[in-house]
């Protein structure tokens, strides 16, 4: 099966500061999805970005599929911004439309 | 309105027991999936089913089935319960193609 890779594994911040967390994955994708699970333990869809850069406020994502890798921005941090970051990955070969997931990086910001 | 709801939240249980775990979703979503979260958080596909197809992630043990009444409704069975099963699950749906992939808030079972 395919292989995805985060990168860090953890981050420690302090509020205000920029980050760029980073997903590798070992083959072709059929999507990527950027998606946080807060303190809480709820995950929440943050991108659905198979290619190219998209904006939501003070994140953005960028993935280069024919480079296998995808970006995620996370600017002027702030304390609600900690938790865990998963990239996922549906890939031909794979089971429909089932995620894969990276083991994630784990995002503190302190105040 | 919650989009994706399970229930129960928390379930503690002894080893041996049989439990089941209920999802529904009001989004309108074509597929529906249950996914297990282990103690180092990871996440992995355990079952993915439409109308049309159940796939079923082959590392998955046969005292796990997925039992669906209608599109919006996917419940988890758990037969035999085991130590090891012992995680969090979560229920999650999304349109064919996997836009829109939401997740539920989780059932942290715990097998005593």
């Known amino acids: 099966g395919i292989q995805v890779e985060q990168s860090p594994p953890d981050l420690i911040l302090q509020e205000g500061a920029n980050s760029t967390l980073r997903c590798n994955f070992s083959?072709?994708?059929?999507?990527l999805q950027w998606f946080h699970q807060n303190p809480w333990g709820q995950l929440i869809n943050l991108f659905y970005?198979?290619?190219g850069t998209k904006q939501n406020g003070r994140l953005s994502a960028t993935t280069v599929a024919t480079e296998r890798y995808s970006l995620l921005y996370i600017s002027s941090s702030q304390t609600t911004d900690s938790g865990v970051y998963f990239c996922?990955?549906?890939?031909?070969?794979?089971?429909?439309?089932?995620?894969?997931f990276g083991k994630g990086t784990h995002l503190i910001i302190q105040p | 309105d919650t989009a994706v709801s399970q229930t129960p939240k928390y379930l503690v249980t002894q080893m041996g027991n049989d439990k089941s775990i209920k999802c529904e979703q009001n989004l309108g979503h074509d597929t529906m999936y249950w996914y297990k979260q282990d103690s180092k958080k990871f996440l992995k596909i355990m079952f993915s089913?439409?109308?049309?197809?159940?796939?079923i992630n082959e590392t998955v043990p046969n005292r796990f089935s997925p039992k669906s009444p209608d599109k919006a409704h996917l419940n988890l069975h758990i037969n035999s319960l085991e130590l090891g099963d012992s995680a969090v699950y979560f229920c999650a749906s999304s349109q064919t193609g996997g836009y829109g992939y939401t997740f539920g808030s989780g059932t942290r079972l715990t097998v005593v």
């Open positions: 970005i198979p290619s």
């Open positions: 089913y439409n109308n049309k197809e159940l796939i």
């Open positions: 996922a990955v549906t890939y031909s070969g794979g089971g429909a439309d089932g995620l894969t």
């Open positions: 083959d072709s994708v059929n999507n």
